[in-house]
């Protein structure tokens, strides 16, 4: 009996060591009121600008989640943005009215996301989508396919812009979700 316990024991480190190195998996969460499933990623692209004009660690924010929404075999992906700042409210002019235009600059390539008039009602305002624990959040979604969602997990330089915005600074990547991303499209149903 004791000479399995030594197999054992030279075995458990290769495990451990496995789990380590493994990416975590998206994340599916059941939409219990319209019965739709969303798929996410686990980690956001989170990209951030300093706003030194107003206060010494002042910055604005743009957290974007990669969601694929699944109604009944019917999938769909977009991209949300929670813009969002840590700048005093009275220090920042409100944002256009047809604001939510978004450039995402890679690799010396730009795309243009346009917001979405509504967003889907699963998706909509939702804390396990990584809505960001502050007061002024502003939401946007912009509809995505793979291609795009694929160009952004593997891109080298990202950085994001909002034109429609008095400030017209780029925001540059905080918190890499990019990884994560790259997991997603994997992960994800037909959409691809």
């Known amino acids: 009996m ?12 290769l495990i451990s060591g496995c789990a380590e190195l493994a990416l975590p998996g998206s994340r599916t969460i ?3 009121q319209t019965g739709s499933t969303l798929l996410l990623v686990t980690r956001p692209l989170v990209f951030a600008r300093q706003r030194s004009d107003v206060a010494a660690f002042a910055r604005d924010y743009a957290t974007l989640v990669a969601v694929e929404l699944d109604v009944a075999g019917n999938y769909s992906d977009y991209l949300l943005l929670y813009r969002w700042s840590t700048v005093d409210k009275r220090m920042s002019q409100p944002s256009d009215s047809g604001a939510g235009e978004l450039q995402i600059e890679a690799d010396g390539r730009k795309l243009v996301l346009v917001p979405l008039a509504q967003l889907p009602l699963a998706v909509e305002g939702r804390s396990e989508l990584y809505y960001p624990l502050h007061a002024d959040v502003v939401t946007f979604g912009y509809k995505a396919d793979a291609a795009t969602l694929r160009f952004i997990a593997l891109s080298q330089r990202i950085l994001v ?8 600074l780029p925001f540059r ?3 890499d979700g990019r990884a994560s991303l790259a997991h997603f499209l994997r992960d994800e149903g037909v959409a691809q």
Request: charged share 25%; aromatic share 20%.
């Open 2 to 13: 004791y000479r399995y316990w030594y197999l054992f024991l030279a075995v458990l480190p």
């Open 30 to 32: 059941l939409d219990s």
């Open 161 to 168: 812009r909002m034109p429609q915005e008095s400030l017209d």
């Open 173 to 175: 990547l905080r918190g």
